[in-house]
């Protein structure tokens, strides 16, 4: 998109960029409070483990009883001072250092069956929480203390105190067991959260795009996504209609400006329908004023007959409008054929509009025209004349013209 200024006060690059970019603060939450709380369902049962072997594995239990300790303290912290950041620190900080540090107290790896291994699970959060980038520190430091850990398992072996066999095989199967299936819990959110994102993303984007559309010609709105800067395109032969209602500035002062707005709503509504039945383009309302182009900003050979019978419609609509809401509403339709110069310009409220003598033409014939007649140049007339009927009114002052031809498009 170019960096131009949207008319929601913007510029078109920020309103692509913020509605792709979800807030993670929630997500991050409920994946650090997973993990805090199946490791601390663990630590206690750690803790009673250990407990019940007797009183020289207290110390063991130690561990666990700090973690818990910290990270119901840490957390007390957060709720007061609301600083998530130093929350989130301390229990990665816990998640990594903890299981090691059990490791060495119970003796070694083959002693604790591999406790360090849920030491995983804080590299895993990091990575889930903060990032990619923020992540790597957090792995890394928990691959130096699992080569440490093997370094110096001779250490803390030599220290190891006997653990029952059936404690063993419950510490591994623990080990194995319970970080797959945090891990697993955990990806699960996180995939589920990021698939729901991903949809709700799809729908913002789709709203997004009808917005745009509501704005722009398609294949304008794809050349500014793809930053196509400066569009300005030429036209050899285009048909241009304008329309407005008769008598509407009495009609203002008459009637309540909310009924006001609502019939003018529900007739336009009518003429963008059949506008897009014809693969005609809106450019623009303005007022009671109503203004389309055929033959941009895709060219099409049959403009002028496509926007006649647009223009023969829209008298029928009316008279059927009319007769629904018991209105007495006459509209005046002024077309004219020509080049012209289509395009968007501007760096606030941009929006797609044409510039030529057709444009000035088109937009005399609707005001010198009758009420309830189209008035069509002499350029549409030549169009027109082999498939339609028309009627010469003879010549018309025109300003800026002078006097010049036109006529009545009757059918």
């Given at each position: 998109?170019?960096?131009?200024?949207?008319?929601f006060?913007?510029?078109?690059?920020?309103?692509?960029?913020?509605?792709?970019?979800?807030?993670?603060?929630?997500?991050?939450?409920?994946?650090?409070?997973?993990?805090?709380?199946?490791?601390?369902?663990?630590?206690?049962?750690?803790?009673?483990?250990?407990?019940?072997?007797?009183?020289?594995?207290?110390?063991?239990?130690?561990?666990?009883?700090?973690?818990v300790?910290?990270?119901?303290?840490?957390?007390?912290?957060?709720?007061?001072?609301?600083?998530?950041?130093?929350?989130?620190?301390?229990?990665?900080?816990?998640?990594?250092?903890?299981?090691?540090?059990?490791?060495?107290?119970?003796?070694?790896?083959?002693?604790?069956s591999?406790?360090?291994?849920?030491?995983?699970?804080?590299?895993?959060?990091?990575?889930?929480?903060?990032?990619?980038?923020?992540?790597?520190?957090?792995f890394?430091?928990?691959?130096?203390?699992?080569?440490?850990?093997?370094?110096?398992?001779y250490?803390?072996?030599?220290?190891?105190?006997p653990?029952?066999?059936?404690?063993?095989?419950?510490?591994?199967?623990?080990?194995?067991?319970?970080t797959?299936?945090?891990?697993?819990?955990?990806?699960?959110?996180?995939?589920s959260?990021?698939?729901r994102?991903?949809?709700?993303?799809?729908?913002?984007?789709?709203?997004?795009?009808?917005?745009?559309l509501?704005?722009?010609?398609?294949?304008?709105?794809?050349?500014?996504?793809?930053?196509d800067?400066?569009?300005?395109?030429?036209?050899?032969?285009?048909?241009?209609?304008?329309?407005?209602?008769?008598?509407?500035?009495?009609?203002?002062?008459?009637?309540?400006?909310?009924e006001?707005?609502?019939?003018?709503?529900?007739?336009?509504?009518?003429?963008?329908?059949?506008?897009?039945?014809?693969?005609?383009?809106?450019?623009?309302?303005?007022?009671?004023?109503?203004?389309?182009?055929?033959?941009?900003?895709?060219?099409?050979?049959?403009?002028?007959?496509?926007?006649?019978?647009?223009?023969?419609?829209?008298?029928?609509?009316?008279?059927?409008?009319?007769?629904?809401?018991?209105?007495?509403?006459?509209?005046?339709?002024?077309?004219?054929?020509?080049?012209?110069?289509?395009?968007?310009?501007?760096?606030?409220?941009?929006?797609?509009?044409?510039?030529?003598?057709?444009?000035?033409?088109?937009?005399?014939?609707?005001?010198?025209?009758?009420?309830?007649?189209?008035?069509?140049?002499?350029?549409?007339?030549?169009?027109?004349?082999?498939?339609h009927?028309?009627?010469s009114?003879?010549?018309?002052?025109?300003?800026?013209?002078?006097?010049?031809?036109t006529?009545?498009?009757?059918?």
């Open positions: 998109m170019p960096n131009s200024t949207s008319s006060g913007i510029t078109t690059r920020e309103f692509w960029h913020n509605i792709s970019k979800p807030s993670d603060s929630t997500l991050s939450k409920a994946i650090l409070a997973i993990l805090v709380f199946a490791e601390s369902l663990v630590c206690i049962f750690w803790i009673f483990t250990l407990s019940g072997l007797g009183e020289g594995y207290a110390l063991m239990a130690v561990v666990p009883y700090v973690y300790i910290v990270s119901y303290v840490s957390l007390l912290v957060f709720y007061r001072s609301k600083r998530f950041e130093y929350f989130t620190f301390t229990q990665l900080v816990m998640l990594l250092v903890m299981p090691f540090f059990m490791q060495w107290a119970i003796g070694g790896y083959e002693a604790s591999g406790i360090a291994i849920w030491a995983i699970l804080s590299p895993i959060g990091a990575l889930m929480i903060l990032g990619t980038r923020q992540s790597t520190p957090w890394a430091l928990f691959l130096m203390l699992a080569a440490l850990s093997w370094k110096l398992n250490m803390f072996a030599g220290n190891s105190l653990i029952p066999a059936h404690i063993k095989d419950t510490f591994f199967l623990m080990n194995i067991i319970g797959a299936c945090i891990l697993y819990a955990v990806m699960r959110y996180f995939q959260q990021k698939e994102t991903l949809l709700e993303l799809n729908l913002e984007q789709a709203r997004s795009e009808r917005l745009l509501n704005i722009l010609p398609k294949s304008i709105a794809n050349r500014l996504k793809d930053n800067m400066r569009i300005a395109d030429s036209h050899e032969s285009v048909t241009i209609l304008f329309a407005d209602i008769v008598g509407f500035t009495k009609l203002t002062s008459t009637m309540p400006p909310a006001l707005v609502d019939i003018l709503s529900q007739l336009f509504s009518r003429f963008d329908r059949l506008a897009d039945q014809h693969g005609l383009e809106k450019i623009k309302t303005i007022g009671d004023g109503y203004m389309v182009v055929g033959g941009a900003p895709a060219s099409r050979d049959d403009h002028a007959t496509v926007i006649a019978q647009l223009a023969l419609q829209m008298q029928q609509e009316l008279a059927s409008f009319n007769a629904e809401t018991n209105q007495n509403l006459q509209i005046r339709i002024g077309i004219s054929s020509g080049a012209v110069v289509a395009g968007v310009i501007g760096t606030s409220k941009f929006a797609y509009d044409i510039w030529g003598d057709p444009v000035n033409m088109a937009s005399r014939m609707e005001k010198t025209g009758l009420p309830g007649t189209i008035q069509v140049s002499e350029a549409t007339y030549q169009l027109l004349k082999p498939n009927t028309l009627e009114r003879g010549l018309i002052e025109v300003k800026g013209k002078g006097e010049v031809n006529y009545i498009l009757k059918s």
